[in-house]
Nanobody, 115 residues
């Protein structure tokens, strides 16, 4: 059974930092591209960070320079370090793992930015 279990998230003041983690089981993690997405109320889910199995990174301009994705294949874990959080960053954040189909998703974790 494939599982992606997320942890981290919560509430932070503007300008603060949070780290999200996502532990995978049931897949050959190192062979998968991994990513983080977010979905705010009334909006579509959007990519915030991607790290392919061969080490290619991709960030949208909205988070470039503030968010960093990393992975530890030995721990089957992907991380999202979020710095300089802004009022437009709150959303439910999801991790995913992709190698063709199906795409596996984490359960989602809420990130709130408010003073």
């Amino acid at each position: 059974q494939v599982q992606l279990v997320q942890s981290g998230g919560g509430r932070v003041v503007p300008g603060g930092s949070l780290t999200l983690s996502c532990i995978a089981s049931g897949i050959g993690f190192s062979q998968y591209s991994v990513g983080w997405y977010r979905q705010a109320p009334g909006k579509e889910r959007e990519l915030v960070a991607l790290l392919t199995d061969n080490g290619i990174f991709n960030y949208p301009n909205s988070v470039k320079g503030r968010f960093t994705i990393s992975r530890d294949n030995n721990k089957a874990t992907v991380y999202l370090q979020m710095n300089s959080l802004k009022p437009e960053d709150p959303a439910v954040y999801y991790c995913d793992a992709v190698r063709g189909k199906p795409v596996y998703w984490g359960q989602g974790t809420q990130v709130t930015v408010s003073s």
